[in-house]
């Protein structure tokens, strides 16, 4: 398995501002994942973050708001702009480790972000 | 793109009864059929996956079975305890091996 750490693990923000939400794996790996997670909601996938390269996002979600640098295989980072009380969720990361194929996904601890 | 529905959403069953969960995909591409288990305030956990070139797979208590002709799989957990309370989900994997997963179901054994 791997070890993933998030950071921060819980903020309270204003509406307006952003947040920044690191990851961060203990070894090399080759997919990254964002995820979503509303109060009592399943997971919905956010973006997949490419190491040198622009995120791909899914529908519904644009980099405007939420964009993703990947600067190397073991980081990735989130930022949630502009934030509105909507955005108040989890926000986990998942990593894979083999491209392409269907691989065990691990989760962070998530980020739990509320907004006033 | 791929939709993963998911049922039932809640499900109460005694101690040692079995509980079974049950989840339809619409993309015939995928392959890949994890599930996972969120205790709350935690992260999930993977409990057991399968891949399509397999129709059942099982672990202890816990098993999976997967209809590709139907596009649907099923868990399936024996003698349920206490501690297999949570919320259950199940998800599919499109291209890149990014998951779409289901609603969730809250499994809440008495004793």
């Known amino acids: 398995s791997a070890v993933i750490s998030q950071k921060p693990s819980r903020d309270i923000c204003q509406r307006g501002t952003s947040l920044t939400i690191q990851c961060q794996v203990d070894s090399q790996v080759t997919m990254m994942f964002w995820y979503r997670q509303q109060p009592g909601q399943s997971l919905t996938l956010i973006a997949t973050a490419n190491q040198g390269s622009e995120a791909t996002y899914e529908s519904g979600f644009v980099i405007d708001k939420f964009p993703i640098s990947r600067p190397n295989l073991t980081f990735s980072t989130l930022t949630v702009s502009n934030m509105s009380p909507e955005d108040s969720s989890i926000y986990l990361c998942s990593v894979t480790r083999r491209e392409g194929i269907p691989e065990t996904q691990y989760f962070g601890p998530g980020t739990r972000l509320l907004v006033l | 793109g791929e939709n993963v529905e998911q049922h039932p959403s809640t499900l109460s069953v005694q101690e040692g009864d079995s509980a079974v969960i049950k989840c339809t995909y619409s993309?015939?591409?995928?392959?890949?059929f994890p599930w996972y288990k969120q205790e709350l305030g935690k992260r999930p956990q993977l409990i057991i996956d399968i891949r399509s070139n397999v129709g059942e797979k099982k672990d202890q208590r816990i098993a999976v079975t997967l209809n590709k002709t139907a596009k649907h799989f099923s868990l399936h957990i024996t003698e349920t305890q206490p501690e297999d309370s949570a919320v259950y989900f199940c998800a599919a994997s499109i291209s890149r091996a990014a998951l779409i997963f289901g609603k969730g179901t809250t499994l809440s054994v008495s004793s």
């Open positions: 993309d015939s591409a995928s392959n890949y």
